[in-house]
């Protein structure tokens, strides 16, 4: 395919507003690319990109180096700086690329790197084939020789041919073509449901290889690509959320220790390789070499997702911008390894020993995650709890537990749900501890039960409204026996009634109160009520509680 036949529909395509034109003619284009391998180019030359998403080989080419290549073939009169400044003023390096008469300048040192040499030339392959020798220069010299390799390519452009190579070069393709769009193109140009297109999409993370099976092999193609060992998947990512969002929604949470270190994704192959990608699908395996130890004692292939955890000497988590320092000293792993540990925490299990997962259930995968790693030394270490629960005052004491541990919080999952890489969904909710506390009042309380029976089990929480006090909630969670104990002591000599379990008292202890939420509410008399409450200490220091116009205010934030 010529690469002006590819600029012409992306110029077609940046002009069309609307989505379902967008995806007609990025289909068309699909359709009227020949060859496999153009199409497989395509595909990811509309978004911009190059190389898959898997494959680590960058471009590695700032601005500036764009720059140059594009001044020499502009001729001599134009220079970096000038190309530079007219970016500044009009924001779009493919506006400047479009603006310049090139393929003056053949013979000044232009080198084919596989391109051809004529203005009518160029095709997909030339621009690929370029661009892969421009990431695969290295060392000294490098420089001069990827802005020899770009001056090549941009002296055989037309305008509209600039204008696109030189926004693919620097990834700035910006013609209103995103993930969905060839997604639901690739459906489109070869008749095949887009959800088995997005399946394929997700395990193998290869657009131009997507599109050719379509092509080629129809929905069975599709359903045959599988993950690989080897090649990372895109990070299931997390949005924030509370425990009553879980519960409402699930009935039932898988609840997790939220690590405060850096993603990893393990693949390892135990007769091949062993590879650790970071979230953003980066190699990090030279970074981590106790974490591909632990790998290689694994006896099975398998893809893992974790967290990798800095520690201290008794074993104790650290910042995670401890853990930044290891992939930062890139040189210098040896030394680094000695004054920093890390520890790997998987949480989650996405193939083994040539079976998916990415479509079975959490607690399926997490299952299968201890089984494989049961079998290893230090597996139980490197597994993440997993706690099913459906009872908020068991997700607090395991927030408690992990907060205490050194941990950044909770992660609560849908224990049913699949594995969808790349997805910030609702089925990973991420549960930071409360920044904003209330001071209340305890105006009541009620007898405890059982073990409890003798002290007050339950506060009743109030805020101040001018001379008045306002209920607001109850208060049970995140009070231990001894707690128990001294609260009851010191809350007695305050009661003015009592009858049957409830207890009236006066207004006089302060509690620091903990909640996730506050939300309008005829339950109490304030208007409003705290979702889960939780007790933090006694105000020894005041005696004052907040008021309910600062309730207002934070119910509003
Ligand atoms: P992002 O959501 O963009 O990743 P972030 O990197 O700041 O943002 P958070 O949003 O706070 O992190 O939380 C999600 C991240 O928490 C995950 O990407 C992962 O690195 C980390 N994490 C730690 N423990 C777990 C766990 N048990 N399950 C899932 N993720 C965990």
Redesign the pocket.
Known sequence: MQFAAFADQAATIEAEPADLEIITHVAILFEETESDADLERVARFVQGRVFPAWDSTKLDIGPRTCYEAIARAAGQNVSADDVETSVAERGDIGAVAASYEFGTQRGLGAFGGGAASSVDDLTVTDVYETLEAVASADGSGSHDTKVDLLFSLFNQCAPEEARYLARLVLSEMRIGVGEGTVRDAIASAFEVPADDVERALQVSNDYGDVAVVARTDGVAGLESLSLAVGRPVQ?M??QAGTAHDALEAWDLAAV????DGA?IQLHHDPDGETRIFS?NMEPVTDALPEVVEFAETISKPIILDG?VVAVDDAGDPLPFQAVLRRFRRKHDVAKTREAIEVRPKF?DCLHVDGEDLLETSLTERHARLERVLSRVDGGGEAT?GQWLTDDPERIEAIDADALAAGHEGI?LKDPSSTYSPGRRGKR?L?RKPDVETLDCVVTGAEWGEGRRAKYFGTFLLSVRDGENYETIGKVATGITDEQLVELTELLEPHVRSESGKTIDLEPAVVFEVGYEEIQTSPTYSSGYALRFPRFIEVRSDSDDPDTLERVKRLSEQ
């Open positions: 990070a990512l997390a997790e220790w939220k690590y993603r979230r967290e949480f993440s992660m990973w991420k």
